[in-house]
């Protein structure tokens, strides 16, 4: 009979192999209803969670796909384009803790709104910035902070960033969920390769990156 020493060695041993699912990926992406919602895209949904995720009254921050034309979007469609999704990132967040403001105003110094169609190295619809909006009162705080920023030119471009009502979110597949934390070697590597925080200097400043 095998002993409980040799069957917890094994059974360690299998959750080391690589690319063998385990129970955090193959759960489903993080969400809490009961909390409020805001939907950004800024690119890269790896890149969008780590900021949002050390905010107090975050409660999850989950990648995934919106403002498209087709159902059940996946990672091949959406990153080869035509279906019009961006990659975005869904927060759920505890209003008393944190405001949409606060929201807004670490989504705008953590992406490039002065391209269309593109953030840092990433090319393509897929990639565009915007604020998906979910009621009137996240529209109103996201039009006043875009035109707050229109005042005080940051910088001397003009701001693209879409606001438009959100629409059908999906969550992107279970191995891009925290993407950084299980991958942090390949995460630092594309993000320095991608020159994101190059440009995000450029355009805010390092007392303005957050």
């Known amino acids: 009979m095998m002993t409980n020493r040799i069957f917890t060695m094994l059974l360690l041993a299998m ?18 209803a009961a909390f409020a919602r805001a939907t950004f895209a800024g690119g890269c949904f790896w890149c969008m969670e780590p900021p949002f995720d050390k905010l107090d ?20 469609a959406v990153s080869a384009g035509g279906t019009g ?10 209003p008393a803790k944190v405001s949409y403001a606060k ?32 009621d009137a009162e996240q529209r109103r705080l996201a039009e006043q902070s ?10 001397p471009q003009p701001i693209v960033t879409e606001i438009v009502a959100a629409g059908v979110f999906t969550p992107a597949e279970a191995y891009h969920q925290d993407y950084y934390l299980k991958n942090p070697v390949r995460y630092k590597f594309y993000r320095y390769r991608c020159g994101r925080d190059q440009r995000l200097e450029e355009l805010w400043g390092k007392a303005g990156l957050k």
């Open 103 to 134: 929201l807004l105003d670490v989504f705008w110094r953590n992406i490039d709104p002065t391209v269309p169609n593109r953030q840092f190295c990433d090319v393509g619809d897929q990639y565009r910035s915007a604020i998906f909006y979910h």
């Open 146 to 155: 875009k035109a707050a920023l229109e005042k005080s030119r940051p910088f």
């Open 57 to 76: 009254g975050v409660v999850s921050t989950t990648s995934g796909y919106i403002g498209g034309h087709t159902k059940n979007p996946t990672y091949e």
């Open 15 to 32: 959750l080391a192999i690589p690319g063998l699912p385990n129970a955090a990926d193959a759960a489903p992406a993080k969400s809490d």
């Open 85 to 94: 999704h961006a990659e975005a990132v869904e927060i759920a967040y505890d």
